[in-house]
């Protein structure tokens, strides 16, 4: 399974950005499992921003900083997960993963988040 994240760029303060990611299997597959946003600023862990449960209603959580700001969806017809970022602070730049929860943990490349005040 691969996992392609993209959509990340420079932006300033306040300007919204969507974090698609794509998995490279069936759809019939892809809503059998719960997906994640990660991120990772220099200098800190990783840690988890969102994520979603399975089907197509999913059930969805948030980090303390990202709730109200952040919304993650998927499409399952598509296989893809995504990330709305809306109103993103400086402190939101970071390298962006998405993670497909399985016993082995299945990561996309990563895609950079610069946020600008």
């Known amino acids: 399974v691969q996992l392609q994240a993209s959509g990340g760029g420079s932006v300033q303060a306040g300007e919204s950005l969507r974090l698609p990611c794509a998995a490279s299997?069936?759809?019939?597959?892809?809503?059998?499992?719960?997906m994640n946003w990660y991120r990772e600023a220099p200098g800190k862990q990783r840690e988890l921003v969102a994520s979603?449960?399975?089907?197509?209603?999913?059930?969805?959580d948030y980090a303390d900083s990202v709730k109200g700001r952040f919304t993650i969806s998927r499409d399952n017809a598509k296989s893809t997960v995504y990330l709305q970022m809306n109103n993103p602070k400086p402190e939101d730049t970071a390298v962006y993963y998405c993670?497909?929860?399985?016993?082995?943990?299945?990561w996309g490349q990563g895609t950079q988040v610069t946020v600008s005040s």
């Open positions: 993670n497909l929860e399985s016993p082995v943990a299945i």
């Open positions: 299997i069936s759809s019939r597959l892809f809503r059998l499992y719960t």
């Open positions: 979603i449960s399975t089907g197509s209603g999913g059930t969805t």
